[in-house]
């Protein structure tokens, strides 16, 4: 089986927001990590050279594939933010119809400019998303 490419790293998390070259897009960073940081109440770890991730589970697909992945993270990227939120696009439709101005794919946001979003709807977002994370898979062993 293939070795995982997307693993936790030792890298700093500031110190990786910091050199984000975009002022707008590091400081929107910061905002999303601070927001993450109070409702897991965990340390930012570094997932690959630009994914910021809190907690981590094991998954195990049909197919035999397995892995581990963080619970909820983000990342910023030349485009804008991307929000991982496992299940809440499809879980937490409601919240998502009023989040603002996105793009979606299976498990992540893409958001330009986070003026462009209601931010307490984002937060609910990930509140949930975090808290069904956890209860899901977060007494699961490996």
């Known amino acids: 089986m293939a070795e ?3 693993k936790p ?3 700093n998390v500031k110190e990786f927001l910091e050199s984000v070259p975009d002022t707008k897009k590091k400081k929107d960073a ?3 990590l601070d927001m993450m940081k109070k409702i897991t109440k965990l340390e930012p770890v570094m997932w690959g050279p630009s994914m910021v991730g809190f907690g981590s589970y094991h998954y195990k697909y049909a197919s035999g594939h397995e892995g581990d992945t963080f619970l909820i993270g983000f990342s910023p990227r030349k485009s ?4 991982y939120i496992q299940p809440a696009i499809r879980f937490f439709s409601d919240l998502v119809m009023n989040l603002g101005k996105f793009k979606s794919s299976v498990s992540c946001l893409y958001i330009k400019n986070i003026e462009d979003i209601d931010i307490s709807v984002l937060k609910q977002l990930l509140i949930k998303s975090f808290k069904h994370m956890k209860e899901t898979y977060g007494k699961r062993k490996k």
Not at 80 to 83: K, P, S
Request: aromatic share 8%; charged share 15%.
């Open 80 to 83: 804008g933010l991307v929000i």
């Open 30 to 32: 910061f905002t999303v």
């Open 4 to 6: 995982q490419k997307t």
């Open 9 to 11: 790293t030792k890298q």
